[in-house]
């Protein structure tokens, strides 16, 4: 363990696999230009970064690590620990803030979430409610270790990152008027090798479920097809019916209905629609 506390706060965050980059001491102000491209989990760059007595904080830059960053504000009356807690009750999902967390200065909270390849989801604020930020693609978080002067950032959960809820991606990620539709009539309803061995893995996910991961491996798989559907890669009735069909086996096992198996389906795929994703012609091929 590095004896400089800046630095082995960066160490250790690179070897969770996030990009780091150094922020001025006593701040949240990057100490270089293009953070976004320098930031990195190399360690010999980081040791540049911060030389044996460096105070400079570490940042963590969000979209590069795959992370978004749920950021809870205790601020002029606002309590968003609070208005997260509730908003979880309400959906049922309060084992979903179980994550990564750091405890920020003034009783603040950030919770970590792990977001698939290929979502990128902005910077946000107040979206979800009053006192609730959060930090995605092109954003950057303070890491645990770093020091401001209102006090210290310290890990409160170590556990590894969760994935994102599909409530908070929901939240996240309101009706858009003018995003793509699914399109029900697709160009490939009959799709060739490579995209059945990628619908075949989804729904292999999907089966392979245990009680507690259940809703949240299919929400995802619905997710990352959705995508492909709203790319015009794949027929959404064909995805529909073969997630349903995955999922089936867990009807009527821990209270899993019909009905929860298809308004999560549908969920999924209607907002991985909105974020198309289009497949190199080479691998397109029937």
Not at 50 to 70: F, Y
Request: aromatic share 6%.
């Amino acid at each position: 363990m590095s004896s400089n506390r800046f630095l082995g706060a960066a160490l250790a965050a690179a070897a969770r696999g996030w990009s780091v980059f150094p922020l001025q001491p006593h701040s949240k102000i990057p100490a270089i230009k293009n953070w976004p491209q320098e930031a990195t989990t190399d360690e010999t760059r980081i040791k540049e970064f911060w030389p044996p007595k460096s105070r400079k904080n570490v940042g963590i830059a969000t979209g590069p690590s795959g992370l978004h960053v749920i950021d809870l504000d205790t601020h002029h009356g606002l309590d968003g620990p609070a208005a997260l807690y509730r908003l979880a009750t309400q959906t049922g999902a309060r084992a979903t803030l179980l994550t990564y967390s750091v405890a920020t200065p003034n009783n603040g909270r950030h919770l970590y979430y792990q977001v698939p390849d290929g979502l990128h989801l902005p910077n946000t604020a107040g979206l979800i409610a009053p006192g609730i930020d959060s930090r995605g693609h092109g954003g950057y978080v303070l890491a645990a270790g770093s020091q401001t002067g209102d006090g210290n950032y310290r890990v409160l959960t170590p556990r590894p990152p969760s994935e994102l809820p599909p409530w908070l991606l929901r939240l996240l990620t309101p009706p858009q008027s003018h995003a793509p539709a699914a399109n029900p009539g697709a160009p490939l309803s009959h799709p060739g090798a490579y995209l059945r061995a990628i619908v075949d893995a989804e729904t292999r996910k999907v089966t392979a479920a245990v009680h507690g991961t259940r809703n949240t491996a299919l929400f995802w798989a619905a997710f990352r097809l959705g995508r492909l559907v709203g790319g015009g890669e794949l027929d959404q009735r064909l995805v529909h019916d073969g997630l349903a069909a995955a999922a089936a086996v867990h009807i009527g096992h821990y209270q899993f209905t019909a009905r929860e198996l298809e308004r999560t389906i549908t969920s999924g795929l209607t907002i991985g629609a909105r974020r198309p994703r289009h497949l190199p012609t080479a691998t397109n091929s029937r």
